[in-house]
């Protein structure tokens, strides 16, 4: 999709869309090299995709480049992911192999692009090693970790941790995410797009349509979730919650999310999540296709009430989303969700299913307090996580490190 920064003057402000081109115009020719390990599904490629065309809009040679793994690479590497924010992952030195040798592969693909390059970000674990491995590399590299590393299971981050010191900067999005590396490290929360189909208003007639087909009641309250369907976004505690709030007011809930052909674990937390449900009629678990913007766009401004309950979380951008739709969050009470919820004032952090049952309950009987909670929701996303400050802070980084000064400024 093509788009051009003076789409978003309206939302954002003509100074800000100024002071975007000015820091374009000293990157402009540059080759920027994202590298990440899926095309769609999860935060990580939405991002990128509305990353890559803005930097293209302001002269940049930029480019969004995805790793091919096998079936093997990805179980290990969703074993890195969660033995990175906590779990504990027993990686054999095969496992550690079959990491390398994919990354190996996909060098032989990418390494001379990336040699090339003036700036490369690498996003995530998947992708790592590629720095190791492009021993001619011209240009700076930057590794963005997504995830919310705080606590990471030790073997697993002292396995990876050698290929991340390499790097001549790392990218954050909380303070908390921030480890000894030998560089310095900079804390970018992520952001949404605004005129996306996922965040875009939408018409009445598009919203009824998607109620009628997915056949939800206009009378009863609607609870949504959408998230991919992973352990750590505790979708299973969330029916829980629904089950506690049921017997008291009659509500629907949602559970939506597609999958992520980086995720290996999708389908098994599925089938936990339909059995949980038990055939429950007004539980709603819905497996979309990785376009279905509109669709989970329209499900987010039907819902009362927008739930994130993570046990884990470096980022959570539904959690945005549902904040810029004027909608009341609750929030596991964990990661990046404690910057996008405030609570008491855009929506209220939980730690149990119990808790969240709680926040159901007081703001369903609240309905002026969920109106005054949806308005300072969506101005506090205007101000703070909409892609025009992200977009700036990585230029202004992306200046820093092609700079070349000695210097070392941790920015933690």
């Given at each position: 999709m093509t788009r051009y920064l003076e789409a978003y003057e309206g939302i954002v402000g003509a100074p800000v869309i100024n002071r975007l081109r000015q820091?374009?115009?000293?990157?402009?020719?540059?080759?920027?090299?994202?590298?990440?390990?899926?095309?769609?599904?999860?935060?990580?490629?939405?991002?990128?995709?509305?990353?890559?065309?803005?930097?293209?809009?302001?002269?940049?040679?930029?480019?969004?480049?995805?790793?091919?793994?096998?079936?093997?690479?990805?179980?290990?590497?969703?074993?890195?992911?969660?033995?990175?924010?906590?779990?504990?992952?027993?990686?054999?030195?095969?496992?550690?192999?079959?990491?390398?040798?994919?990354?190996?592969?996909?060098?032989?693909?990418?390494?001379?692009?990336?040699?090339?390059?003036?700036?490369?970000?690498?996003?995530?674990?998947?992708?790592?090693p590629l720095l190791k491995l492009c021993e001619k590399r011209k240009g700076k590299w930057i590794w963005r970790g997504h995830i919310d590393i705080s606590h990471p299971y030790r073997p697993v981050w002292k396995e990876l941790k050698p290929f991340l010191e390499s790097y001549d900067a790392s990218i954050f999005s909380m303070n908390d995410f921030a480890h000894p590396l030998p560089h310095p490290q900079f804390i970018v929360p992520p952001s949404i797009d605004?005129?996306?189909?996922?965040?875009?208003?939408?018409?009445?007639?598009?919203?009824?349509?998607?109620?009628?087909?997915?056949?939800?009641?206009?009378?009863?309250?609607?609870?949504?979730?959408?998230?991919?369907?992973?352990?750590?976004?505790?979708?299973?505690?969330?029916?829980?919650?629904?089950?506690?709030?049921?017997?008291?007011?009659?509500?629907?809930?949602?559970?939506?999310?597609?999958?992520?052909?980086?995720?290996?674990?999708?389908?098994a937390v599925l089938d936990e999540v339909t059995e949980a449900a038990a055939n429950d009629p007004d539980i709603h678990i819905l497996l979309l296709p990785p376009d279905a913007h509109r669709t989970i766009n329209a499900l987010q401004r039907l819902a009362d009430i927008v739930i994130q309950k993570s046990t884990k979380e470096g980022f959570g951008l539904t959690v945005t989303e549902g904040l810029w739709k004027g909608k009341p969050v609750i929030g596991g009470d964990v990661g990046g969700i404690r910057r996008q919820v405030v609570n008491y004032h855009t929506g209220f952090l939980v730690n149990t299913p119990e808790g969240a049952a709680h926040r159901i309950r007081f703001l369903l009987h609240h309905a002026e307090l969920r109106k005054e909670i949806g308005v300072k929701a969506k101005e506090f996303i205007r101000e703070n996580f909409l892609l025009t400050r992200q977009l700036q802070e990585y230029l202004t980084l992306f200046h820093e490190a092609l700079r070349g000064s000695d210097e070392r400024r941790f920015y933690v």
């Amino acid at each position: 999709m093509t788009r051009y920064l003076e789409a978003y003057e309206g939302i954002v402000g003509a100074p800000v869309i100024n002071r975007l081109r000015q820091l374009g115009k000293g990157l402009a020719g540059k080759r920027v090299v994202h590298v990440n390990s899926t095309r769609e599904g999860g935060g990580v490629a939405e991002i990128l995709d509305w990353m890559v065309p803005l930097m293209c809009d302001m002269g940049i040679d930029a480019r969004w480049e995805v790793i091919q793994g096998t079936g093997a690479f990805f179980n290990v590497t969703k074993s890195i992911h969660n033995g990175l924010q906590g779990y504990p992952a027993a990686i054999t030195p095969a496992g550690w192999e079959t990491f390398l040798g994919v990354n190996r592969q996909n060098h032989a693909l990418l390494g001379e692009l990336l040699e090339e390059a003036d700036i490369v970000v690498i996003h995530d674990p998947q992708p790592a090693p590629l720095l190791k491995l492009c021993e001619k590399r011209k240009g700076k590299w930057i590794w963005r970790g997504h995830i919310d590393i705080s606590h990471p299971y030790r073997p697993v981050w002292k396995e990876l941790k050698p290929f991340l010191e390499s790097y001549d900067a790392s990218i954050f999005s909380m303070n908390d995410f921030a480890h000894p590396l030998p560089h310095p490290q900079f804390i970018v929360p992520p952001s949404i797009d605004p005129l996306s189909d996922k965040n875009c208003d939408l018409p009445f007639s598009e919203l009824e349509e998607v109620r009628a087909r997915f056949g939800l009641d206009p009378n009863r309250p609607l609870v949504t979730q959408i998230s991919r369907f992973d352990r750590f976004k505790d979708p299973v505690g969330v029916i829980e919650a629904y089950n506690l709030v049921r017997k008291i007011i009659p509500l629907q809930l949602v559970l939506a999310g597609g999958g992520a052909t980086d995720d290996p674990e999708g389908k098994a937390v599925l089938d936990e999540v339909t059995e949980a449900a038990a055939n429950d009629p007004d539980i709603h678990i819905l497996l979309l296709p990785p376009d279905a913007h509109r669709t989970i766009n329209a499900l987010q401004r039907l819902a009362d009430i927008v739930i994130q309950k993570s046990t884990k979380e470096g980022f959570g951008l539904t959690v945005t989303e549902g904040l810029w739709k004027g909608k009341p969050v609750i929030g596991g009470d964990v990661g990046g969700i404690r910057r996008q919820v405030v609570n008491y004032h855009t929506g209220f952090l939980v730690n149990t299913p119990e808790g969240a049952a709680h926040r159901i309950r007081f703001l369903l009987h609240h309905a002026e307090l969920r109106k005054e909670i949806g308005v300072k929701a969506k101005e506090f996303i205007r101000e703070n996580f909409l892609l025009t400050r992200q977009l700036q802070e990585y230029l202004t980084l992306f200046h820093e490190a092609l700079r070349g000064s000695d210097e070392r400024r941790f920015y933690v």
